[in-house]
């Protein structure tokens, strides 16, 4: 009978020396470019190797519980939050809002997934759909704030038009904030549309790596595709209505926003 071997990297020396190579290379084209960010990726690169090592001790561990994976992926939704309502500008006493958002997001999806028995109810199946879901309801959360704050800045003559006809402040700033709203969800819509053609995406890769069949692999990819096209579209809707409402407002508006 023929056995499937794990094909993921070991963590030997061969792979710190690829590492190196690509951190590198990396920084040296980025430098001799001029695009000003070789310095910013050895950080970058020398964080993530520091962060997943610490990350993979924690996994290990929290995987024998089904009560410490919930726990850790409690943790990545507070750092997905803080993280999104950093990035778009949002006041401390917003960031419940943003998570509001987030997890309006994320949390029915993971919900379905591991009621449905889709995914295994254990540490190995909760942790790996909730850190994609999260990360990618992250993603959607900070571009959608990102491209409505500057709608909104770009377009504060359209905004004033709406209030003149007597539209209600909400009401004025989502039909200027709204068409933002593609642009933050196309990312998750062309890695949909071209997956298999173009990329083979993280989940199915993985479950290569880890030994599973294409037919598997091919599963979990959808599913994860599918559940983040979901998560997104939740979120992205959630947080423009938080901004239309001016829930949550960047910094710079505020003292325009709302009239």
């Not at 920084?27 to 000003?36: E, F, I, P, Q």
């Not at 962060?51 to 507070?78: D, P």
Request: some cysteine; aromatic content about 4%; glycine content about 12%.
């Amino acid at each position: 009978m023929h056995v499937l071997v794990s094909a993921a990297p070991s963590p030997d020396w061969r792979l710190a020396v690829v590492l190196v190579i690509l951190v590198v290379v990396a920084a040296t084209v980025s430098r001799v470019a001029g695009l000003g960010v070789s310095r910013d990726q050895v950080t970058a690169a020398v964080r993530a190797v520091a962060q997943l090592a610490v990350v993979s001790l924690v996994i290990a561990a929290t995987l024998r519980s089904l009560g410490w994976s919930l726990l850790f992926v409690l943790v990545m939704f507070v750092v997905a939050t803080g993280t999104s309502a950093r990035r778009i500008g949002a006041s401390p006493a917003q960031v419940p809002w943003v998570g509001l958002a987030i997890g309006a997001g994320a949390f029915p999806v993971i919900a379905l997934c591991l009621g449905s028995g889709v995914i295994p109810l254990n540490g190995a199946g909760v942790i790996p759909i909730a850190g994609i879901v999260i990360g990618a309801a992250m993603t959607a959360s900070t571009l959608t704030g990102r491209r409505a704050f500057d709608e909104l800045a770009a377009q504060r003559g359209a905004y004033e038009a709406g209030l003149a006809l007597g539209l209600p402040s909400p009401d004025a700033a989502y039909l200027v904030i709204s068409p933002s709203a593609r642009e933050a969800l196309t990312p998750g819509l062309d890695q949909t549309r071209t997956v298999g053609l173009v990329t083979l995406p993280g989940a199915f890769v993985g479950v290569l790596l880890g030994g599973g069949t294409p037919l598997e692999a091919g599963s979990a990819q959808i599913l994860v595709l599918i559940g983040l096209m979901c998560a997104q579209a939740i979120t992205t809707s959630v947080l423009l209505r938080l901004i239309a409402s001016a829930t949550v407002v960047r910094g710079d508006l505020r003292a325009g926003f709302p009239r």
